[in-house]
């Protein structure tokens, strides 16, 4: 499973793609997906970090992080919905924590929809827990808002 997944950095010929497998990810769910002038402003934020996942030669996922004094935030991560179920979240989610660990965090936060039961597995087998909510946060298309909860990685 995943074997043959690259891992590299987005670039700037990557944002059509990157913005395109967020879109797919998240917008099934009623949320709006990033556009590439989102994913390009993000990028050029300080301690902002990028991944885009494929295999040859097809997006298979993608996550951006941030890290600045000392904490660090997840951001995003999609994997194309055909591609799920394979690992590439946590090869994406374990890139991400090297990268965080390297630059020094302590801490890696991240906010995942209470309906998300996939990506709640995936975080809480990785170490992250539960330490707050926000109620009705994740807008639903014409269902009802889900609560976000936000999580908490100890790196140190």
């Known amino acids: 499973m995943g074997e043959g997944f690259v891992l590299g950095p987005v670039r700037a010929l990557d944002l059509d ?55 660090a935030e997840l951001l995003a991560i999609a994997v194309d919905p055909a591609q799920r179920r394979r690992g590439a979240a946590r090869r994406l989610l374990g890139a991400v924590v090297e990268r965080v660990r390297e630059e020094g965090a302590l801490t890696l936060f991240l906010e995942v929809g209470a309906d998300n039961p996939g990506a709640l597995a995936l975080y809480r087998a990785m170490g992250f827990e539960t330490v707050g909510r926000r109620s009705a946060y994740y807008p639903r298309g014409d269902r009802s808002a889900a609560d976000a909860l936000v999580m908490r990685l100890t790196l140190s």
Do not use: K, N, Q, Y
Request: aromatic fraction near 6%; hydrophobic fraction near 45%; proline fraction near 4%.
């Open 17 to 71: 793609r990157t913005s395109h497998l967020h879109r797919e990810a998240f917008e099934p769910m009623g949320e709006r997906g990033w556009s590439r002038a989102d994913i390009a402003g993000l990028l050029a934020s300080p301690g902002v970090a990028g991944f885009l996942l494929t295999e040859a030669g097809a997006d298979i996922g993608m996550a951006i992080c941030r890290i600045v004094a000392g904490e």
